[in-house]
């Protein structure tokens, strides 16, 4: 594996001067990253660069390492940091965006390191969908996009790979409080619903009978207050009403 080019000083001063904001989402294979990135792009303008989408457009694109890193993904492991970071770093130059969820990466410690000393970026902080494993390797086999790691052999290496590298680097995020860790296992929907709660800005988080609620949901649950103070209202007049009637009509 070479080492990263750090001399690379256009795409490094440019990214750099922008000071993107950068969140990493991890989690094992088929954990729902790809799913939950892409509601989280239509909700905050965020956007998405997966390292393994990167990696699979450059072997599309007939690019010199192109037989390199097919191999690398049919056999579940990691394509040298070199290469994944030039993807990345290119395709936030060319978004145009300063907001980016860095989906896959970075996926052990070598991309890690490398990452951070070529473009100085920290991440705000790293979003990890956890996972049983007997879940992730049934949606896997289901997904059905013609992924040629798809398939029960590489599945089960890509979980080895996952717990020996990947879960190291999370570790590493966590004991610097930079993990906002998700349960993964529950219906895209209610997963959706604790992300966009990590997402809503502090300022427009409303804190309500100890939920934490971002303020289009506050506005509708004080509008549903407001229903059930109307309608309570309503019933007590029509309580006073009939028992008034009663009253008057028996004595
Ligand atoms: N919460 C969920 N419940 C059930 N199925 C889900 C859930 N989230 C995603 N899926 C489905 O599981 C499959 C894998 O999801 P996705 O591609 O988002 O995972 P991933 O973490 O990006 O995987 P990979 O690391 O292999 O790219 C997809 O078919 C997706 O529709
Ligand atoms: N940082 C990364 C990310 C991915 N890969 C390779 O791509 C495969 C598929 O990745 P997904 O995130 O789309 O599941 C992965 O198994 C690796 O082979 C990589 O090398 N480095
Ligand atoms: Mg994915």
């Known amino acids: 594996m070479?080492?990263?080019d750090v001399t690379n000083k256009d795409f490094t001063t440019s990214l750099a001067d922008k000071k993107p904001k950068v969140v990493f989402v991890l989690g094992g294979p088929g954990s729902g990253k790809g799913?939950?990135?892409a509601n989280i792009v239509e909700h905050f303008h965020y956007t998405h660069l997966s390292a393994g989408d990167l990696l699979r457009a450059e072997i599309k694109s007939g690019s010199e390492n192109g037989t390199m890193i097919q191999n690398m993904i049919k056999e579940g492991k990691i394509v040298p940091s070199e290469v994944t970071i030039k993807l990345l770093q290119k395709a936030m130059l060319e978004s145009g965006n300063d907001k980016f969820l860095i989906d896959g990466f970075p996926r052990n410690e070598e991309n890690r390191a490398a990452f951070e000393a070529v473009t100085k970026i920290e991440p705000e902080f790293v979003l990890f969908f956890n996972c049983p494993?007997?879940?992730?390797?049934?949606?896997?086999l289901c997904r059905n996009q013609g992924r040629e790691d798809d398939n029960i052999e590489t599945i089960r290496k890509r979980f080895k790979v996952f717990l020996k590298s990947s879960l190291p680097v999370i570790e590493y995020y966590k004991a610097k409080g930079k993990v906002q860790e998700i349960d993964a296992a529950k219906p895209i929907g209610e997963v959706f619903e604790v992300v966009k709660v990590i997402f809503t800005p502090k300022a427009e988080k409303v804190k309500s009978h100890g939920f934490t609620l971002s303020f289009p949901e506050y506005k509708s649950h004080?509008?549903?207050m407001l229903c059930n103070s109307i309608s309570d209202k309503l019933a007590y007049s029509f309580e006073v009403i009939c028992?008034?009637?009663?009253h008057i009509t028996v004595f």
Do not use: K
Request: hydrophobic share 35%.
């Open 133 to 140: 494993e007997e879940e992730m390797e049934r949606r896997l």
């Open 243 to 246: 028992y008034s009637v009663l």
């Open 222 to 224: 004080c509008l549903g």
């Open 2 to 4: 070479g080492a990263v």
């Open 35 to 37: 799913t939950q990135c």
